[in-house]
């Protein structure tokens, strides 16, 4: 069937009608008037162009390939940062990352904060976390592990995590055996096996792969024997996520539960550089430029997305939690406390022909250096810990998370790169040293940020420029715990 590119206001203002219905209204048994069941699913470190539906060469991915044919495909999907922590922090709040602290990779997600998962679990969803965390430790005294971020169950890695891993059971050390994304999936799967019908659930299934460093099952390894040896493992990987994905997929189907249940894959940053791709945008994972925040996503639900559909507005991880949070009927934000995503039923259902996004998309990556979660290790001596009838306090990092920055950060003390798009227009603010530097692409023309309009479209960047100063001032806010 062809992929259409202009019908989305028919099944989305279907799907926007489904969701504003209450949470104690009576539910029919039937599909159209039930809260859909949500699961998401996340890469660790997949760029853009790591699909065969993306244009790869090699990479083997038949099962992502699959849904990006049948579901929506999003072919401008950005993550909220170009690293791990700071986006699953963006998918958790639907805000910009800094705002709650999680700068870099190994910062805690803040207690503070208002999740995705504690706002569904208390709209009656059963929820769940699977995999790799990296938002605190997921020791027993952690105030920022995923019990305490709203996860009814979880079965959490510090940070990524390799074949047969030690994985935290809601505090519990737990010895696992198989290879690490397939771990995530039968465990995801089993829980989804144990819910009730008659309750919607929300499981998260975060991989550790493709990670570094790269240790793909012999199966997967095996169908790249003739690439170079640098590339065997790192394939491998990407084709071990998609057979984990797979099973997950079709899971929903033998459970009759498919067709009312959201299936959103992405990836949390751009590509690695040397073994990953970016489809030829410029940059790679910790990059403001596209190759370092634009990943593969794909959304699937076919009880209201009928026929296969590409958009190449530019969405991104942000949008998650409004979003979900529409689709659940589940109370929104409340109004003193910023979002950085929009709710993406209304817009898709108001798009046609348009395919610009209504609101500008912002990122700022911090001069800060990230904080070391070696995974294995830490998990290794809680288990030796556990097995003598020990507990093992967490990290100092983790302990301290509700703490707001003191002294008070400023858009100074924190520099880095930031930039603002705005239809396609994209400014980048540029610290370096004690002077500051503006470059501006236009997307449209120039999508692989080739030839710097900073000059020539001097009134371009004008208007912009105090517009990417007023959203760093609003984050900044957040920072110092205005929100809260």
């Given at each position: 069937?062809?992929?259409?590119?202009?019908?989305?206001?028919?099944?989305?203002?279907?799907?926007?009608?489904?969701?504003?219905?209450?949470?104690?209204?009576?539910?029919?048994?039937?599909?159209?008037?039930?809260?859909?069941?949500?699961?998401?699913?996340?890469?660790?470190?997949?760029g853009w162009g790591d699909m065969g539906y993306n244009g790869h060469p090699v990479v083997k991915t038949p099962h992502f390939d699959?849904?990006?044919?049948?579901?929506?495909?999003?072919?401008?999907?950005?993550?909220?940062?170009?690293?791990?922590?700071?986006?699953?922090?963006?998918?958790?709040?639907?805000?910009?990352?800094?705002?709650?602290?999680?700068?870099?990779?190994?910062?805690?997600?803040?207690?503070?904060?208002?999740?995705?998962?504690?706002?569904?679990?208390?709209?009656?969803?059963?929820?769940?976390?699977?995999?790799?965390?990296?938002?605190?430790?997921?020791?027993?005294?952690?105030?920022?592990?995923?019990?305490?971020?709203?996860?009814?169950?979880?079965?959490?890695?510090?940070?990524?995590?390799?074949?047969?891993?030690?994985?935290?059971?809601?505090?519990?050390?737990?010895?696992?055996?198989?290879?690490?994304?397939?771990?995530?999936?039968?465990?995801?799967?089993?829980?989804?096996?144990?819910?009730?019908?008659?309750?919607?659930?929300?499981?998260?299934?975060?991989?550790?792969?493709?990670?570094?460093?790269?240790?793909?099952?012999?199966?997967?390894?095996?169908?790249?024997?003739?690439?170079?040896?640098?590339?065997?493992?790192?394939?491998?990987?990407?084709?071990?996520?998609?057979?984990?994905?797979?099973?997950?997929?079709?899971?929903?189907?033998?459970?009759?539960?498919?067709?009312?249940?959201?299936?959103?894959?992405?990836?949390?940053?751009?590509?690695?550089?040397?073994?990953?791709?970016?489809?030829?945008?410029?940059?790679?994972?910790?990059?403001?430029?596209?190759?370092?925040?634009?990943?593969?996503?794909?959304?699937?639900?076919?009880?209201?997305?009928?026929?296969?559909?590409?958009?190449?507005?530019?969405?991104?991880?942000?949008?998650?939690?409004?979003?979900?949070?529409?689709?659940?009927?589940?109370?929104?934000?409340?109004?003193?406390?910023?979002?950085?995503?929009?709710?993406?039923?209304?817009?898709?259902?108001?798009?046609?022909?348009?395919?610009?996004?209504?609101?500008?998309?912002?990122?700022?990556?911090?001069?800060?250096?990230?904080?070391?979660?070696?995974?294995?290790?830490?998990?290794?001596?809680?288990?030796?810990a556990q097995q003598q009838g020990k507990d093992l306090p967490p990290h100092p990092s983790s302990q301290d998370a509700a703490k707001?920055?003191?002294?008070?950060?400023?858009?100074?003390?924190?520099?880095?790169?930031?930039?603002?798009?705005?239809?396609?227009?994209?400014?980048?603010?540029?610290?370096?040293?004690?002077?500051?530097?503006?470059?501006?692409?236009?997307?449209?023309?120039?999508?692989?940020?080739?030839?710097?309009?900073?000059?020539?479209?001097?009134?371009?960047?004008?208007?912009?420029?105090?517009?990417?100063?007023?959203?760093?001032?609003?984050?900044?806010g957040s920072l110092r715990g205005d929100d809260y």
């Open positions: 069937m062809p992929r259409l590119r202009v019908t989305f206001s028919l099944f989305f203002s279907i799907a926007l009608g489904s969701h504003l219905a209450s949470e104690s209204a009576t539910r029919s048994d039937a599909a159209e008037t039930e809260r859909p069941n949500i699961v998401l699913v996340m890469a660790d470190d997949q699959q849904a990006a044919s049948e579901g929506l495909r999003f072919d401008r999907f950005y993550a909220a940062a170009p690293v791990c922590s700071p986006t699953r922090a963006s998918v958790m709040t639907g805000r910009n990352p800094n705002r709650s602290g999680v700068y870099k990779w190994g910062y805690p997600l803040r207690p503070q904060e208002t999740t995705i998962a504690e706002r569904l679990q208390q709209s009656g969803y059963a929820t769940a976390h699977f995999g790799k965390w990296h938002l605190g430790s997921v020791r027993n005294q952690s105030p920022a592990n995923p019990g305490k971020h709203g996860f009814d169950a979880w079965l959490s890695a510090p940070n990524f995590y390799d074949n047969d891993p030690i994985l935290s059971k809601e505090g519990t050390a737990e010895k696992i055996t198989g290879e690490s994304s397939i771990v995530a999936a039968d465990a995801a799967i089993e829980w989804m096996r144990s819910q009730p019908k008659e309750k919607p659930f929300f499981a998260v299934v975060w991989f550790g792969s493709p990670h570094s460093p790269h240790r793909a099952a012999d199966e997967d390894r095996a169908l790249y024997a003739d690439q170079p040896k640098n590339q065997q493992d790192f394939l491998g990987e990407v084709t071990g996520m998609d057979r984990a994905f797979g099973k997950i997929r079709n899971e929903l189907s033998t459970l009759g539960i498919r067709d009312n249940t959201i299936l959103w894959y992405c990836s949390d940053n751009g590509a690695l550089p040397r073994v990953g791709s970016t489809g030829g945008f410029r940059g790679n994972k910790g990059k403001i430029y596209e190759g370092g925040l634009l990943v593969p996503a794909i959304l699937e639900w076919p009880a209201k997305i009928k026929h296969p559909v590409a958009t190449e507005m530019r969405c991104t991880t942000c949008d998650i939690f409004p979003t979900l949070l529409a689709v659940a009927g589940a109370e929104p934000s409340p109004a003193n406390v910023p979002l950085d995503g929009i709710n993406l039923l209304p817009t898709f259902a108001d798009l046609t022909l348009k395919t610009e996004r209504p609101e500008t998309l912002e990122f700022w990556d911090v001069n800060k250096k990230g904080i070391g979660t070696p995974a294995a290790e830490w998990m290794a001596e809680l288990y030796a707001l920055p003191s002294p008070v950060e400023t858009i100074e003390s924190l520099g880095g790169h930031s930039a603002i798009i705005s239809g396609n227009w994209k400014l980048h603010r540029i610290v370096k040293g004690d002077s500051v530097e503006w470059e501006l692409y236009d997307l449209k023309t120039d999508p692989y940020e080739k030839t710097d309009l900073i000059e020539k479209e001097s009134s371009q960047a004008d208007e912009l420029k105090p517009k990417l100063m007023a959203w760093m001032d609003s984050v900044i």
